[in-house]
Antibody, heavy 122, light 108 residues
């Protein structure tokens, strides 16, 4: 069974940093483009970033470039999102999602995790 | 910047009725790069449609997608209780793929 399990969310003060993780199982992780999508409370889905199957290429939404860093460890089947200089506007449920095992960028997200909640507050 | 605008924001319908959801993109995209997702309360999004009209694995045939260029439509032919949810369109021609604001389908 394909599974994506996010972890690492929590309460962080404004200006702080946090790293969230996504453990993947049930598919060939190293063959898939992966991404992070967030959802603020009561709001819609917002793209954050995508990373190539090898980890060598990334696409960030412009507004988050420079503060958020995506990475992956294909030997551990794990995706990461390092978030720095956090503001209250970064409060959201952060979803990890995968694309198909073709390594293609131009695919939809076919499976999503349940998300990890990041709350930025003093 | 590519922007997806979904309408209406809220659609109030009864069981068994037909739902028609719209997604308009501010620039032309190839239809193979348009997807629809369903999100039920407290759940993760689920892929319904990709390539504008291809149902994802396990999606029942009362869901259908159509459209091209800048205008796309998701149709639910007969609403069942589990179909009351929020629906999002996404383009993945320009990366990272971006989403519309969503349409909530609620019980009238």
């Amino acid at each position: 069974e394909v599974q994506l399990l996010e972890s690492g969310g929590g309460l962080v003060q404004p200006g702080g940093s946090l790293r969230v993780s996504c453990a993947a199982s049930g598919f060939i992780f190293k063959n898939c483009v992966m991404g992070w999508v967030r959802q603020a409370p009561g709001r819609g889905l917002e793209a954050v970033v995508e990373i190539s199957s090898s980890g060598s290429a990334t696409y960030y939404v412009d507004a988050l470039k420079g503060r958020f860093i995506i990475s992956r460890d294909n030997s551990e089947n794990t995706l990461y999102l390092q978030m720095n200089s956090l503001t209250v506007e970064d409060t959201a449920l952060y979803f990890c999602a995968k694309k198909s095992e073709t390594s293609s960028w131009y695919e939809p997200f076919d499976t999503w995790g349940q998300g990890t909640l990041v709350t930025v507050s003093s | 910047e590519i922007v997806l605008t979904q309408s209406p924001g809220i659609l109030s319908l009864s069981l068994g009725e037909r739902a028609t959801l719209s997604c308009r993109v501010n620039q032309r995209i190839d239809s193979i790069y348009l997807a629809w997702y369903q999100q039920r309360p407290g759940q993760a999004p689920r892929l319904l449609i990709h390539g504008a009209s291809t149902r994802a694995t396990g999606i029942p045939d009362n869901f259908s997608g159509s459209g091209s260029g800048t205008d796309f439509t998701l149709t639910i032919s007969r609403l069942e209780p589990e179909d009351f949810a929020v629906y999002y369109c996404q383009q993945y021609m320009y990366l990272p793929g971006t989403f519309g604001g969503g349409t909530k389908v609620e019980i009238k």
